[in-house]
């Protein structure tokens, strides 16, 4: 079957790219969304996410042909469609459980929709053995039908950038893994049609391999920063510059290491470590979680570099720049913020926070009782951290004007300004780098 009719569940940052390059191919999309703002704008020609490039216009293109609508009502787009792709959130709580909630009411939904011959893919990073064990059982119970007798399953993991979408989606290969092989087989018929030509197609053993791609290639990435930031703490201690070491190692082929930092943000490699940790044994994985404790440390280990230069943070006015996990991307999911300024605040200090692509409204709810500014000057910090290094900042920061505030150390949390370290200092400023 090449003539596909597609639900894409779940219109946000990767659900809504997804949805529009389907479109782009010529197949008509149902987009199915909860929140009925997000399905409004739809409909009328427009993205609801703003910061990827060529969305807008992507959505529109295909609004005007015809070829992308949406609704609230999952089960009646299910219900017009031969293809359901998924993407919604699956997050851990603060204890770090994983919180099935928005999975399961998304295939609950998906269940009573689901026609005879649907093929059912799961782009939410998932653990291992989730497509088959807990999500096809409920799509059966949902929708009376047998999973590989009456619909195919399969899993194909999102591997994309926010900022990015479209390029990821032509240049990295897509992985498929189904609960069997006619599931399979239908998945990468459907991506063939869906993804720009020439886009690679990787088929993997089953649903269960597809799922741990994710998982590895995520928790991977933590592990390598992890491994970073003890390589900085270490040298920093020693009186070495990780950073100018790191550049000579890596200028060896099989030496790749990662930036340090004061922590990890995002939906992303903060949270897959626990869909792996939460099915290990007692001794697996320990590497996995000590990696995962060791950056969410350096916070705090940023904290002691910067209280060593100001002798105490008590009483001092701290002015934290930026909210979001990473630069220019308006998300905070498991931002550093979340950490420093809580700890902060423990330690007496008087949080100051600013971030340029969220309104004053916006920081002062997501901000945990930080002191929203916008002028950063008038407010006299006697210490900024640097801890999402926007485009915005290149032109706002005046080093000298934050000196003249009364401003006396920069914590480069990120490593974003290491190359105007001698200009900064000439203005008086002290400047502190992670692994310096």
Known sequence: MTDFTV????????????????????????????????????????????????????VAKAHKAGLLDATSDTAAAVRQSNVVVLVVPLMVDKEK?????????????????????????????????????????????????????????????????????FA???????????????????????????????????LVANAETAEFVKLAETTYRDVNIALANEFARFAAANGIDALDAFDAANTQPYSHIHKPGIGVGGHCIPVYPYFLLDA??????????RSRALNDSMAAYGLDLLEHELGSLQGKRV???????????????????????????????????????????????HGNGAEVVE???????DAVIIQAYHQQYTKLLDWSRLAEAGCKAILDGRNAVRGQQQAIEMTGLRYVGVGQ
Do not use: C
């Open 319 to 365: 002015l934290v720049l930026g909210l979001s996990y990473r630069e220019n991307v308006k998300e905070d999911a498991f931002s550093t913020a979340h950490l420093l300024i809580p700890e902060l605040q423990r330690r007496g200090a008087t949080v100051l926070l600013n971030d340029p692509l969220w309104s004053a409204e916006e920081l002062a709810r």
């Open 97 to 165: 459980r994983i919180d099935y909630r928005i999975v399961d009411s998304a295939a609950a939904d998906v269940a009573q929709g689901l026609q005879p011959g649907t093929l059912v893919i799961f782009e939410t990073t998932l653990p291992v053995g989730t497509t088959r064990n807990r999500i096809g059982p409920m799509l059966e119970q949902g929708s009376g039908l047998k999973v590989g007798r009456d619909f195919l399953l399969a899993f194909s993991p999102e591997r994309v950038y926010s900022g990015r979408i």
């Open 168 to 202: 990821d989606l032509r240049n990295y290969p897509k992985i498929v893994g189904g609960i069997d092989e006619a599931s399979a087989a239908r998945a990468v018929d459907f991506y063939h049609a869906a993804l720009d030509e020439g886009t690679p197609i990787k």
């Open 7 to 58: 639900t894409v569940v779940g219109l946000g940052k990767i659900g809504m790219p997804l949805a529009a390059q389907y479109a782009s191919r010529g197949l008509m999309v149902h987009g199915a969304d909860v929140n009925p703002e997000v399905v409004a704008l739809v409909n009328a020609g427009k993205s609801p996410v703003i910061e990827e490039a060529g969305l807008e216009e992507a």
């Open 280 to 289: 290990a044994a007692e001794g697996e994985l320990d590497l996995v979680r």
């Open 375 to 381: 002028d950063l000057y008038n407010v006299h910090p």
